[in-house]
């Protein structure tokens, strides 16, 4: 399984979007340099007020480009770095990988998927009726997260828009994805 990034983005002071980059540097056990949410332990407002002493396994946010041409056709606008993603991908099914996929990006980065993202109402501060586009339900009543998936930084290096990004699934039984 293989994608494309197509853009990246970081912020150093906390918003809820992103600008994009020419490029950024990921940090092993930490995230992207320079970003807000790089740490060992959570950066997260909400979950630095619960435990500030967790561990942080949301470093790298990534979003398909997918998502925004799906929100589009319900009238929604959303450019890469709009939802606070790190990565924009394309061609990769970001939302069907098991917790422990290894994204192997350009030279030398590699990632750990974590778990979904959970959107927040900031996505509708954002766009008014943008939440219920990228969290919802499915036919059995589950709640479905669209809005991406976090990870850790395995092995850092340098990652710009056009890295090709490979998964190596883990071995074993997979576990899906749920909110981290």
């Known amino acids: 399984m293989s994608g494309l990034v197509t853009a990246v983005s970081s912020n150093g002071a906390y918003s809820f979007t992103k600008p994009n980059r020419d490029s950024i540097r990921l940090l092993a056990g930490l995230g992207v340099e320079g970003d807000v949410h ?10 630095v007020a619960q ?12 979003i398909h480009e997918e ?7 319900e009238g929604f606008e959303v450019a890469p770095g709009e939802l606070g993603e790190n990565i924009t991908t394309r061609g990769i099914d970001l939302l069907g ?6 994204l192997r990006i350009g030279d030398t980065a590699v990632l750990e998927v974590t778990g979904l993202r959970n ?24 709640v479905v997260r669209k809005a991406g998936i976090m ?14 990004i490979e998964a190596e699934l ?9 909110r981290v």
Do not use: M, W, Y
Not at 97 to 102: C, I, Q
Not at 151 to 164: C, F, I, K, L, Q
């Open 38 to 47: 790089a740490g060992v332990t959570v950066k997260h407002r909400s979950r």
């Open 51 to 62: 435990d500030p002493t967790q561990p942080n396994l949301r470093q790298v946010h990534l």
């Open 67 to 73: 998502l925004f041409a799906e929100v589009g056709e």
């Open 97 to 102: 990988l098991p917790v422990g996929t290894l």
């Open 119 to 142: 959107p927040c109402i900031q996505i509708d501060n954002f766009q008014d009726g943008l939440l219920k586009r990228v969290v919802g339900r499915d036919e059995a009543g589950n």
């Open 151 to 164: 990870s850790v930084v395995r092995e850092g290096g340098v990652v710009r828009p056009g890295d090709t």
């Open 170 to 178: 883990p071995t074993g039984p997979h576990r899906p994805l749920d």
